[in-house]
């Protein structure tokens, strides 16, 4: 995929370049791989309802509407998944108020969720989703091999293309001394 995409942000000169010569070149590596040929966009809201896609819209970033496989890149939902949209505040767990994109797939551990929250940081404007947070993954020991490492990698390409500073989150563990996750809670925390 040459060039920016329509909806890309508003890129200066050196951005648009890095984009060219390396963000661009890795996501479409990424999307020629087996793995990366699961974020084509077949997201659903239920079984049989197809996701419209999101829009980020604000009015900093007027007209950031995502389609549903800039969505699966985004936030890590591979085709099949379900998808619920939620703007919640901040999280006990210290997860950042936002829109929290919760997806389930069937490379998630029986009943997990995948949770990804777009939010402003601290360094960021008011009024514009600037960073990402990976609040939740816990793949299933049957995941494929690499199934996070791809999908991450499209989420880090997707994350530049939209103008996303950042993306932040803790391993197994939280940040925390000591981990109370057994060996087949931590698919990919390696």
Known sequence: MNG?????????????????QNVA??????????LG????????LNKNTPFPGLDLS????????LSPAEVGRLCMAPDESTIRIRRLREQHDGTPAGVHIISANKFLQQGERLIVVAYTDAEGVAIRLNALHLARVMLDDHAPARFGTVAF?????????????KITL????????????????????L
């Open 153 to 165: 990698g499209l989420m880090a390409c997707a994350a530049y293309r939209f103008g996303f500073s």
């Open 58 to 65: 604000s009015a900093r970033n007027a007209g950031l509407h």
């Open 25 to 34: 070149r890795l996501e479409a590596q990424l999307l020629s791989q087996p």
């Open 37 to 44: 040929r699961l974020f084509t966009g077949k997201l659903y």
């Open 4 to 20: 920016p995409h329509p909806s890309v942000h508003a890129m200066t000169p050196l951005q648009a370049e890095f984009w060219e």
């Open 170 to 189: 803790f391993a197994a563990g939280r940040g925390k001394g000591s981990c109370t996750f057994g060996p087949e809670d931590q698919i990919g925390y």
